[in-house]
């Protein structure tokens, strides 16, 4: 049982480089959300979608994008990395929203130089 | 729109009760969380409340919500050096489909 997985763990990216953080679940779970976490603020939605080719705007979403063309597959996209992306992104996913616990992923700790 | 709060930091014994407290401010949620957070991982979650009850219970862990108050917390009983880590408490909002956490609360447990 793999869960939530997400990669890579660790990145180190340049101003102005794009990249994208993979998720991936293998429960097919139809809800799937990234979320950032910064220091004392605890996680902000950054874009939720639930189910495949449906996507939607969380609280933060401004310099992200992300896709959903498969179930299995989340991935979140840093279209010009900033400074003030360095962060810790969670992927989470569950089997529809509401009282379904939500599973996260261990996370990817990103920096921004 | 919704805000959660929570104190920052926690210190207790291992073997005392500890009480996490939690605030929200959107009414109209239907369930209320608590998560758990060790170091370099994700979030676990601990147990959740729907928001017609007033108490949760689940062996260590027991919810008390007052929705008058708009005040969550998470009691564990009995609490443990394992216990320690950051806690967080998370509500939905009205649509259902994003949950506004709190900042977290550190539990730190001393032997």
């Known amino acids: 049982n793999a869960g939530v997985t997400q990669t890579p763990k660790f990145q180190v990216l340049k101003t102005g480089q794009s990249m994208t953080l993979q998720c991936a679940q293998d429960?097919?779970?139809?809800?799937m959300s990234w979320y950032r976490q910064d220091p004392g603020m605890g996680l902000r939605l950054i874009h939720y979608?639930?189910?495949?080719?449906?996507?939607d705007q969380g609280e933060v979403p401004n310099g992200y994008n992300v896709s959903r063309s498969t179930t299995e597959d989340f991935p979140l996209r840093l279209l010009s990395a900033a400074p003030s992306q360095t962060s810790v992104y969670f992927c989470?996913?569950?089997?529809?929203?509401?009282?379904?616990?939500?599973?996260f992923g261990d996370g990817t700790r990103l920096s921004i130089l | 729109g919704e805000d959660v709060e929570q104190s920052l930091f926690l210190s207790v014994r291992e073997g005392d009760s500890s009480v996490i407290n939690c605030t929200y401010t959107?009414?109209?949620?239907?369930?209320l969380y608590w998560y758990k957070q060790e170091p370099g991982a994700g979030l676990q979650l601990l147990t959740y409340?729907?928001?017609?009850?007033d108490m949760k219970q689940d062996q260590r862990l027991t919810v008390l919500l007052n929705k008058k108050d708009k005040h969550l917390s998470l009691r564990i009983a009995d609490t443990q050096t394992g216990d320690s880590a950051i806690y967080f408490c998370?509500?939905?909002?009205?649509?259902?489909?994003?949950?506004?956490f709190g900042g977290g609360t550190r539990l730190m447990v001393k032997p």
């Open positions: 989470a996913s569950s089997r529809i929203f509401g009282n379904q616990p939500q599973h």
């Open positions: 429960m097919n779970h139809e809800y």
């Open positions: 979608s639930v189910g495949a080719g449906i996507t």
């Open positions: 959107d009414s109209s949620s239907t369930y």
């Open positions: 409340i729907f928001s017609n009850m």
């Open positions: 998370a509500e939905n909002n009205n649509a259902g489909n994003m949950l506004t």
